[in-house]
């Protein structure tokens, strides 16, 4: 008898041996199917109502955390007035400027999300 045959006459063997559970876990899939489909219309209803306020906490961190930017460099400008030059003032106004505009824009945002 050829090497061949020997795996061919193995696999049958174990086709036949493990053809049994194979028809088990079938059968256990099929009455998975329902709790499958139940657990994704639970996420379907749960999934959006708990990403909503977590995005609108995300927007007030970054909100906060723009604003405490600003007003560090707003300290900073408040507690040295003269003692820059007008090109770091005219940088740090900016640096202001953009960090307000952004943590303000931002908590806006979270205020329109929380309340849609």
Do not use: C, D
């Not at 008898?1 to 696999?11: D, I, K, L, Y």
């Not at 961190?61 to 400008?77: E, H, M, P, R």
Request: charge should be positive; hydrophobic fraction near 50%.
């Amino acid at each position: 008898m050829s090497n061949a045959a020997q795996v061919g006459r193995a696999a049958g063997k174990l086709a036949r041996q493990l053809l049994p559970v194979a028809k088990k876990s079938a059968e256990t899939a099929k009455s998975f199917a329902p709790t499958v489909e139940q657990s994704g219309a639970f996420l379907k209803h749960v999934v959006p109502a708990a990403v909503k306020p977590i995005h609108s906490l995300w927007h007030e961190i970054l909100g906060f955390t723009f604003l405490v930017f600003a007003g560090i460099g707003a300290f900073k400008v408040l507690r040295h007035p003269g003692a820059m030059n007008p090109g770091q003032l005219a940088i740090i106004s900016v640096f202001i400027v953009v960090m307000a505009g952004y943590g303000i824009s931002s908590v806006r945002k979270a205020r329109r999300i929380s309340r849609s």
